[in-house]
């Protein structure tokens, strides 16, 4: 597979998503969102903690439109928190978790902190979580 072809299906070489060879694990921007929403961070939450407009999130996920910018790093963040979470979440877990009060976050809700943009202390603990710190 050339590197044209791996980038536009939204793969670089080396990635974990080229070697499932299954479209509903490439990754792309449409992906990211549909995990970020999909695990209880609403539309309107991600429009907030990237700086964008509800609707242009919604063109995001129908792949209409691509993230610029700092948007562009603070998805990926978004994604990745997401993807560290999963590792002791389900789903509706990690909902429930973004939404809860967290004493090791001075009792904030993660989401509150991501949508103030402090991503960084909730990774903090999203990793502590995981065990991956």
Do not use: F
């Not at 993660?110 to 903090?124: K, Q, S, T």
């Amino acid at each position: 597979m050339s590197r044209a072809t791996r980038t536009d299906r939204g793969l670089r070489g080396g990635t974990a998503a080229e070697g499932t060879g299954r479209a509903g694990n490439s990754l792309t921007y449409p992906r990211i969102v549909e995990v970020v929403t999909g695990s209880g961070i609403t539309q309107a939450e991600l429009g907030e903690a990237v700086g964008a407009s509800v609707r242009t999130v919604q063109n995001w996920a129908k792949g209409e439109a691509t993230p610029k910018g700092a948007k562009v790093t603070r998805l990926l963040d978004l994604g990745y928190l997401i993807e560290q979470l999963k590792s002791a979440y389900t789903e509706e877990g990690i909902g429930i978790w973004l939404h809860s009060r967290n004493r090791n976050l001075d009792k904030q809700r993660p989401i509150d902190l991501i949508v103030a943009g402090h991503l960084d202390e909730v990774l903090e603990e999203a990793e502590r979580i995981s065990g991956a710190m």
